[in-house]
Each structure stands twice: as C-alpha cells, then as structure tokens.
C-alpha cells in the first residue's frame, strides 16, 4: 500500500473516530454532582438531583413537574372570546388550580409511604385519590395493628405456620385481619339496614367514605379524605381482604349491593367537568389505579401533566411499565403536557419528590 493511500485511509478512519460534535452549551443542563465539601446541605443535595445523570435526573425531573403542576393558575392562560363572564374575572382566573388525580398501589399503603399520603390528604394537597381493595383495607387494619419491617427472603412456608404474611420485607400478623373482621362486618350491617330502610345507594367511593369515617383516625389517609370530602375510588373494591369480608357478609347476611357503575360515572366526571382547569396526574406503581387515572383523562382529551413512579418496563407490553408517551397515544395524556417516568422504587423516590414540592410549599407558607 503507497504512503498516499495510507494516509488517505487514516484521515478516513480518524474522521470517523473523531466526528465533529454539534455543541451541547447552552441547550442541556451539564451533568455535575453534588459537592461535599459544601458541607451536607439537604436542599441543594436535592436541587443536584436533575443534574447527576440516571434516574436522579428523572426524580429531578419529575419534582419539576410536579412544581409547575402546582404552580400553574387559570391566569396562566390566554383568555378565549367564548368564556363566561366568570372566567375572564382576573381573582377568579388566579384562585383555579390544577386539579391533581394521585394513583398508589396497596404496597404502599403497606409501607412507610402510608403517612406521605396521609400529609397530602390532610392538608388537600390532592383532588382525587385512585387505588386498590389493599390501598384501603390496609389503611384501615394498622389504625387497629401495626404492620413490622421482615426480610425478603424469610420462608414461606415457616411464616405460614407462625400466622404471618409477608409482603415484600413487611410482615403482617394474621391477628390483624381477625381485628378487622371484628370491626368491619358490623359497618356491613349498618350499611345494609340503611339500603333496606333508607334506600340508600352504595358505590365503592361511597363505602369508602364511610369506613374513613367509621374509623375516626388520623393517623389514617381514608379519615382525612372523608373529612376534607375528597373522593377516593376503587374500582377493584372486591380484590382483597375487603372482598373476603363481602364474601363472609353475603352468606350471613344477603342483600349489600355495591354499585360500581356510578362510581365510573364519577371519576370520569372528575375529569370532564374539571372546566377550563388543567389536570395532573402522579402516578406511584402500575396496575389498576394507574390506568383508571389515565383512562378518565382520555375523556377530557388527556391531562396536561403526568409523573409515573414505577420499576415496571415497558418490553412485556403492560400498561404498568408503558412509559407516560404511549398514553399520549391513547389520548389519555396531551401532546403538549410535561411528562416523566420515574424508574424506581416509590418507597424512595416519593418521599423525596413530596418533600420538595408539596411540603416545600406548604413550609413557606408557614413561615411567612
């Protein structure tokens, strides 16, 4: 090979090696840590997060969005030529807020996470609450047991025979459903003497209303919903302990009629008649809530802002792993919202997110 043609071959192979970049300055955030020897400062360790790269950046991403949820006002917007004298009021424009949907899966009522979502329902931080038979019962259950911290990997099979169920590396005595038969099958009574003699119409929504009220806790997140009339849904009231104290009920005592159609009626109102208000969804886990959230913003053409906090993937095809884009497909989120998915346990990650943005706030007004 002549001395040309190699040099030819090498400025060939170099220019591929070395391919000129397009300049990232001043179009993306540089990826930069948080410093130590600042000394251990919370706040800023939190504000680094977006900036380190990972799913750190997602957290901190999706603190961001969570932050323009709640900063968002009507007076934010354009005002149309077709609204009603109230909506061009300029008090009124800024005192309409995003209306936020919060979604969580029973194990997180299970854990720790249990008292974050009772903060945000005290103080009405959120609209509308969605989540399984699990997100209910076991609120309930600990007003009348603890719940203690186990290991993943305890034995089945040994924890059977001592009357103990473990849930991830949660452990919850058998006991406890024994307290909450003793506690609830009453309630059921009740409840079944005023459909009889009131006419009275149960939903799931309304059930749960009334076990919040029955228990007259605060440690509980279903108390602080029923005293701040915020609407919890659960279309899957059955699936779990709840369902097995229906089944026992249904045979001591026939007749409960738990009406699931007007509750649809009712969450996909919430997200029609939200008006000229955006909506925003957080999301923690998969499954049912995730998708009863999704699927009532569809019908308001999608909502404007959406955090996912899950470890699911997407490759198996499940709604639970399918990242905040599909939905934009499905209409259930709009093109132009502010979307992130969070990978990671919400066990971590929610705490953290809430912290910087709900209770962040909510310290600032107190001090002030």
Same mark, same amino acid.
């Given at each position: ?26 179009? #993306? ?8 020897? @600042?000394?251990?400062?919370?706040? +800023?360790? !939190? ?21 323009? !949820?709640?900063?968002? @006002? ?13 909506? @061009? ?8 807020? #995003? ?22 329902? +005290? ?36 924890? =059977? ?48 209303? =009334? ?7 605060? =440690? ?24 097995? !104290? ?15 159609? +007007? ?34 913003? !569809? ?23 399918? =990242? ?42 107190? +001090?002030?």
């Amino acid at each position: 090979m002549g001395e040309a043609l190699k040099d030819s071959l090498m400025a060939s192979v170099h220019s591929t090696v070395f391919k000129e970049s397009e300049t990232l300055e001043g179009k #993306c955030i540089k990826i930069e840590g948080y410093d130590f020897n @600042r000394g251990v400062d919370y706040n +800023q360790l !939190m504000r680094s997060m977006v900036s380190t790269g990972f799913q750190a950046s997602n957290l901190g991403d999706a603190i961001e969005v969570v932050n323009e !949820m709640l900063d968002w @006002r009507l007076s934010d917007e354009t005002i149309p030529e077709d609204c009603d004298e109230e909506e @061009r009021d300029q008090a009124y424009r800024e005192s309409v807020k #995003c209306k936020v949907f919060l979604g969580f899966t029973s194990n997180l009522i299970s854990s720790g996470v249990r008292d974050t979502v009772r903060y945000l329902v +005290q103080h009405q931080m959120v609209d509308v609450v969605v989540t399984t038979a699990g997100g209910i019962e076991e609120d309930l259950i600990k007003c009348l047991a603890p719940t203690y911290k186990g290991d993943f990997s305890l034995p089945g099979d040994l924890l =059977r025979l001592k009357g103990l169920n473990r849930i991830g590396n949660l452990l919850v005595p058998n006991d406890n459903y024994c307290k909450f038969e003793d506690w609830i099958i009453p309630i059921f009574d009740q409840m079944l003497r005023e459909q009889k003699e009131e006419n009275v119409l149960w939903t799931p929504s309304r059930v749960i209303a =009334r076990l919040g009220k029955e228990i007259n806790d605060e =440690r509980s997140y279903l108390y602080w919903a029923y005293k701040n009339n915020i609407p919890i849904f659960c279309p899957g009231l059955t699936d779990g302990s709840l369902g097995d !104290m229906l089944y026992f009920h249904s045979f001591r005592s026939p007749g409960l009629i738990i009406d699931v159609v +007007q509750d649809i009626r009712a969450m996909n109102g919430e997200a029609v008649h939200a008006g000229p208000r955006k909506t925003g969804m957080i999301i923690l886990g998969g499954g049912m809530p995730k998708h009863h959230i999704c699927n009532a913003n !569809m019908m308001r053409n999608g909502a404007d802002f959406a955090v996912f906090i899950n470890t699911a993937q997407e490759f198996d095809g499940s709604d639970s792993g399918a =990242r905040p884009d599909e939905a934009v497909s499905w209409g259930k989120i709009r093109g132009s919202a502010k979307i992130v998915k969070v990978h990671c346990d919400a066990t971590i990650a929610f705490p953290i997110l809430v912290a910087e943005t709900f209770a962040a706030r909510k310290e600032l007004i107190h +001090q002030n």
